[in-house]
């Protein structure tokens, strides 16, 4: 309704529908659970067996949709809304596939890295890409929330695609993004604080955007073994004084808890390392060290 550009996409119900619609877009396949997963929803592949197994374990639930395969670079881009006027945060990068070398299943995301140096090259500078999203994506669905009397008012986080066509909406979340989260805050200069006020008060037309600092920040997810399946918990976490004594590094707790005198971990998004640096190497660096 509010004409922002997306992939396109067939609910399905039915196993036969569902095959409809895999031959209908061609691969590779893309079939996501109609509803919350946990990252864990969406299969991504050029096996159609696969696509469909997907869709079986899924329809149990309810609704698939199957949707048009969109390539490109992915960026997630939150903007901070008060139901009237929108402000952006600093684009992030994150990693959804579980391995290194960007490989196995999807996850929640497996970590990020802001800001995102090679938008300059595609649209001329950050801001003017940041601009390009606030203006064919953020304010016109916000807008199109408020005429529905439902105004939208918190985190809206646009996960898009950079596709050769444009920039389309992969999804939309009513939160903030992890680990995208822990990358982006690390380098905002404005007190967060301000502007969720801000938001919450409908005031941020009276707020600058947001300003964020020059570094480069890098952020890894440490996820329990047998993660995004059945994770294995309880295991005890050494060394978390050390990491956090390494320059420019902070720990953000994500599944632990404390068990006697030990951090143990208590679900599958165990903990995030996240670094700042002046280059992406060294930020990169500190938060492996
Ligand atoms: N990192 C993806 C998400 O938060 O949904």
Not at 126 to 140: K, W
Not at 143 to 168: D, H, K, N, V
Not at 186 to 196: D, F, G, M, V
């Amino acid at each position: 309704a509010a004409g922002v550009p997306t992939g396109r996409s067939t609910p399905a119900a039915r196993l036969e529908e569902v095959e409809g619609a895999l031959d209908a877009f061609g691969a590779p396949f893309v079939v996501k659970a109609n509803g919350l997963a946990s990252g864990k929803g969406v299969l991504v592949t050029e096996d159609r067996k696969a696509a469909l197994a997907h869709a079986t374990q899924w329809l149990l639930q309810g609704d698939v949709l199957v949707e048009e395969f969109l390539d490109g670079p992915e960026v997630s881009l939150f903007f901070v809304s008060d139901g009237h006027t929108v402000h952006p945060l600093s684009p992030a990068h994150d990693y959804k596939r579980l391995g290194d070398g960007d490989t196995g299943p999807n996850t929640g995301g497996m970590g990020a890295y802001s800001p995102l140096p090679w938008l300059d090259e595609k649209f001329g500078s950050e801001d003017a890409f940041v601009d390009e999203v606030l203006t064919t994506i953020a304010l016109p669905t916000v807008r199109q929330l408020a005429s529905e009397g439902t105004p939208f008012i918190g985190l809206l986080y646009c996960g898009l695609i950079l596709t050769s066509m444009g920039i389309r909406v992969i999804e939309f979340n009513a939160r903030f993004g992890d680990p995208e989260t822990q990358a982006v805050l690390r380098r905002l200069q404005t007190p967060l604080s301000e502007l969720l006020f801000a938001a919450a008060t409908g005031t941020l037309a009276q707020h600058p955007r947001p300003v964020f600092s020059s570094d480069c920040a890098v952020t890894i997810v440490l996820a329990s073994e047998s993660y995004p399946d059945t994770p294995i918990i309880g295991r005890p976490l050494y060394g978390l004084d050390a990491a956090s004594a390494v320059e420019g590094v902070r720990l953000f707790h994500g599944a632990t808890t404390v068990s006697g005198d030990a951090v143990v971990s208590s679900g599958g998004r165990v903990l995030n390392v996240t670094a700042v640096g002046h280059g992406f190497a060294d930020a990169r660096w500190r938060a492996y060290t």
